[in-house]
């Protein structure tokens, strides 16, 4: 089964693939709630990252992993605006 989410992961890899690790390349998926901002959960390549995860990722100006430069700015993530308040 291939979400348009997955797609748009598929894309954002496949643009930003110049170089770096399998870390720095992830697309970071951020789900969070739409109305309030309320961090929901994140994954990126298909593992679980925990918020605190995700505020050190996005606070990295390089990889650890590798030593890429990250510039946060560009960084892939996708935001998706998930649970709209039980409607
Ligand atoms: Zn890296």
Redesign the pocket.
């Known amino acids: 089964m291939t979400t348009s989410l997955q797609r748009r992961v598929r894309r954002l890899e496949e643009v930003s693939g110049d170089g ?2 399998e ?2 390349r992830g697309v970071l998926v951020l789900a969070s709630n739409a109305i309030t901002g309320e961090f929901h959960s994140a994954t990126c390549n298909g593992e679980l990252l925990s918020e605190e995860e995700v505020r050190e990722r996005q606070a990295e100006t390089s ?1 650890p ?2 030593g ?1 430069k990250l510039d946060s700015g560009e960084a892939p993530v996708i935001k998706v605006g998930g649970l709209r308040g039980g409607t």
């Open positions: 770096g690790c870390r720095c990889c992993r590798c890429r």
